[in-house]
């Protein structure tokens, strides 16, 4: 959807210029989006550390792949989860120490092709699994290590979609600077006659459109793209504690994963019955 409506911005924008009997080829202006995209690309260099550039690198194919979890998602995650509990509650809890240990290797989250793919979720949860099982840390004591994790994603994360949306704001004020630098050229060629006067000027403006375009329509959105991936994320793992805290409180899977259900935002969260179904291998 990210293409989808890019394509939507620029063919609206283009196509209402045509119409309007716009020449296409005045808005060619290569120089300009040099000068623009040039600018931001060195004041993002200048003002921000290599690591979150990369952070930024993987935000941005991150918004381009979408990161949404649908009630499918959750209802597969939440079968892994009642079979390991299930598992658990009839052998004990070192029994799924294998499961947790290798998730990859194991024939029960493994199933979780989604779960398995993304390391940082996959991590969370076997990290907060593996302090469950060494039986010597209470419920409350594991709510807050979990809370902290989720704090640090966060804290990491969040400057991401920031940092993208100052570069956004900044460049209405770059496509000033082009327009300025067009007009010093436009101020040379006075000479030269109305056409020419006439052929800068447009030029010049072209960098004003440009800025205003890319920050509003184009990059700001994206920055506004990465920071729903980032919520999407965080309500995954919050959904994912809950489920580990409320067994390890000692509520029986079904109820544990039904607490953690009403945790899910409504267009993702199945309903009771659906997850009963789903669990029981029905389709309906």
Avoid at 37 to 64: C, D
Avoid at 74 to 82: A, I, P, T
Wanted: charged share 20%.
């Amino acid at each position: 959807m990210l293409f989808v409506g890019i394509i939507v911005v620029l063919g609206a924008v283009v196509g209402g210029f045509m119409m309007s009997g716009g020449d296409l080829h005045v808005l060619n202006q290569p120089n300009e989006v040099i000068v623009i995209v040039g600018a931001a690309i060195g004041s993002v260099l200048v003002s921000t550390p290599m690591p979150m550039i990369k952070k930024m690198v993987a935000a941005f194919i991150g918004a381009i792949k979408g990161y949404h979890i649908s009630k499918q998602d959750y209802l597969e995650l939440f079968k892994s989860f009642n079979e390991l509990f299930l598992v658990a509650q009839r052998d004990g809890l070192l029994s799924i120490e294998s499961h947790i240990e290798n998730p990859k290797e194991s024939t029960i989250l493994s199933e979780n092709k989604k779960f398995i793919e993304d390391e940082y979720v996959m991590d969370f949860f076997c990290d907060s699994m593996k302090v469950m099982l060494t039986g010597s840390v209470p419920p409350h004591d594991l709510e807050e290590l979990m809370d902290s994790d989720i704090e640090s994603f966060e804290s990491e994360n969040a400057p991401v979609a920031g940092t993208w949306a100052t570069v956004g704001d900044a460049f209405p004020a770059l496509g000033i600077v082009a327009a300025v630098l067009g007009i010093i050229i436009t101020m040379g060629s006075i000479n030269d006659g109305p056409a020419a006067v006439g052929h800068h000027v447009a030029a010049a403006l072209v960098g004003t459109f440009l800025g205003i375009l890319l920050s509003y329509g184009i990059v700001g959105p994206i920055a506004a793209k990465v920071h729903h991936d980032i919520d999407d994320k965080i309500k995954h793992l919050q959904t994912i504690k809950t489920a580990i805290l409320a067994y390890a409180k000692g509520n029986p899977p079904m109820i544990a994963l039904e607490i953690a259900r009403r945790t899910i935002f409504t267009d993702s969260r199945p309903s009771f019955g659906e997850l009963e179904n789903f669990l029981r291998g029905k389709s309906e």
